[in-house]
C-alpha cells in the first residue's frame, strides 16, 4: 500500500520562503509522476506543480519562477521549495502520486495536506 505524508507548512510572511516535503512509503506498480496541489477554502483543488519519474517538471502559472519542485529517488521523497510568497498562496497543500498497475491502469494517491499561510 502506498502512503504519502506531509510536513513542512506553516505561517509566513509576504516574500518569506517554505519548503514542504512528501515522504512515501510503498512501491506498488510503477511511477508516473508525483506532485504538488492546493485548495483554498471554498476553491477548487488546483495543480501546482508536477515531477514525472524522468525528472520532467511542470508548474502552474501562478507559481512559475517563485516554486520549485524536485524529487529524492533513494528517498522516494518530493519538495516544494516556495519562494517569494504571497497572501494568496495560502492554501492546504497536498502531496499527489500516480503510479501504473501492470495492467496500464493509472492510480492516485494523496497525502493528508499541509496548511500554509501568507500573511502579516
Known amino acids: 500500500q502506498v502512503r504519502l505524508v506531509e510536513s513542512g507548512g506553516g505561517l509566513v510572511q509576504p516574500g518569506g520562503s517554505l519548503r514542504l516535503s512528501c515522504a512515501g512509503s510503498?512501491?506498488?506498480?510503477?511511477?508516473?509522476?508525483m506532485g504538488w496541489y492546493r485548495q483554498a477554502p471554498g476553491k477548487q483543488r488546483e495543480l501546482v506543480a508536477t515531477v514525472t519519474s524522468g525528472g520532467s517538471t511542470d508548474y502552474a502559472g501562478s507559481v512559475k519562477g517563485r516554486f520549485t519542485i524536485s524529487r529524492d529517488n533513494a528517498k522516494n521523497t518530493v519538495f516544494l521549495q516556495m519562494n517569494s510568497l504571497k497572501p494568496e498562496d495560502t492554501a492546504v497543500y497536498y502531496c499527489?502520486?500516480?503510479?501504473?498497475?501492470?495492467?496500464?491502469?493509472?492510480?492516485?494517491?494523496w497525502g493528508q495536506g499541509t496548511q500554509v499561510t501568507v500573511s502579516s
Open positions: 499527489n502520486e500516480v503510479r501504473k498497475s501492470p495492467l496500464g491502469l493509472n492510480y492516485n494517491f
Open positions: 510503498g512501491s506498488i506498480g510503477s511511477l508516473v509522476a
